[in-house]
């Protein structure tokens, strides 16, 4: 079972719509999460970090589910710009590297 | 924020010849830097750990004589592809810790190899 696991995607959405991505991992002993969003030929960057209680930015909701070893991020009111990879990441405790999932892409239209 | 500088952005090389790439931290120092790969529609795979000073921690299966790493400064780690060949083809990104700044991850703008 891989570390960290996505929707194999891609998703097709028109503008305005509601968009939910899912991902889990593996290691227990996982401590922090994150969403990242990369764009084509380009480095990932942070979207948001994911905290227990559940955290908001704008039109992004992340939520994380420590007994089911879930997170997600929901993407309300979608824009065209808002096409992209996303990244679900993982840093284990005591450890400083990440564990990136394979990517779910999202594709917006007009 | 924090920024992390990588040269250079794309680099055709010929089957048999040495790259180097750079990666430097703008505005505070990096005492760790990480080294990844990507292949299309995979995700980011850790190469290395870079750490100041010390010799580099390679991942399982990651050969620490095809990849060089030098981490000589608090600013700058060099990843040097030896003898590069056709499937050592990818997009190679370096991330560094602010550690000024919760801990946060800047990840430099990679590098695109082409071996032919």
Same mark, same amino acid.
């Given at each position: 079972?891989?570390?960290?696991?996505?929707?194999?995607?891609?998703?097709?959405?028109?503008?305005?719509?509601?968009?939910?991505?899912?991902?889990?991992?593996?290691?227990?002993?996982?401590?922090?999460?994150?969403?990242?969003?990369?764009?084509?030929?380009?480095?990932?960057?942070? #979207?948001?970090?994911?905290? &227990?209680?559940?955290?908001?930015?704008?039109?992004?909701?992340?939520?994380? %589910? $420590? +007994?089911?070893?879930?997170?997600? #991020?929901?993407?309300?009111? &979608?824009?065209?710009?808002?096409?992209?990879?996303?990244?679900?990441?993982? %840093? $284990? +405790?005591?450890?400083?590297?990440?564990?990136?999932?394979?990517?779910?892409?999202?594709?917006?239209?007009? | 924020?924090?920024?992390?500088?990588?040269?250079?952005?794309?680099?055709?090389?010929?089957?048999?010849?040495?790259?180097?790439?750079?990666?430097?931290?703008?505005?505070?120092?990096?005492?760790?830097?990480?080294?990844?790969?990507?292949?299309?529609?995979?995700?980011?795979?850790?190469?290395?750990?870079?750490?100041?000073?010390?010799?580099?921690?390679?991942?399982?299966?990651?050969?620490?004589?095809?990849?060089?790493?030098?981490?000589?400064?608090?600013?700058?780690?060099?990843?040097?592809?030896?003898?590069?060949?056709?499937?050592?083809?990818?997009?190679?990104?370096?991330?560094?810790?602010?550690?000024?700044?919760?801990?946060?991850?800047?990840?430099?703008?990679?590098?695109?190899?082409?071996?032919?």
């Amino acid at each position: 079972r891989k570390e960290v696991e996505q929707d194999p995607g891609p998703f097709n959405v028109p503008e305005g719509a509601t968009v939910a991505f899912n991902c889990t991992y593996s290691n227990s002993a996982s401590q922090s999460f994150f969403w990242y969003r990369q764009d084509c030929r380009k480095e990932p960057k942070l #979207l948001m970090s994911v905290y &227990s209680s559940g955290n908001e930015d704008g039109r992004f909701t992340a939520q994380l %589910n $420590r +007994a089911s070893q879930y997170i997600s #991020l929901l993407i309300r009111d &979608s824009k065209l710009s808002d096409s992209a990879t996303y990244l679900c990441v993982v %840093n $284990r +405790a005591g450890y400083s590297t990440l564990t990136f999932g394979k990517g779910t892409m999202l594709l917006v239209s007009p | 924020g924090a920024v992390v500088s990588q040269h250079p952005s794309w680099v055709i090389c010929k089957s048999g010849t040495s790259v180097k790439i750079e990666c430097r931290s703008l505005d505070f120092q990096a005492t760790t830097m990480f080294w990844y790969r990507q292949f299309p529609k995979q995700s980011l795979m850790l190469m290395a750990t870079s750490n100041e000073g010390s010799k580099a921690t390679y991942e399982q299966g990651v050969e620490k004589d095809k990849f060089l790493i030098n981490h000589a400064s608090l600013t700058l780690s060099t990843l040097t592809v030896t003898s590069a060949h056709p499937e050592d083809s990818s997009f190679y990104i370096c991330s560094a810790r602010d550690w000024k700044v919760n801990y946060g991850y800047t990840f430099g703008s990679g590098t695109r190899l082409t071996v032919v």
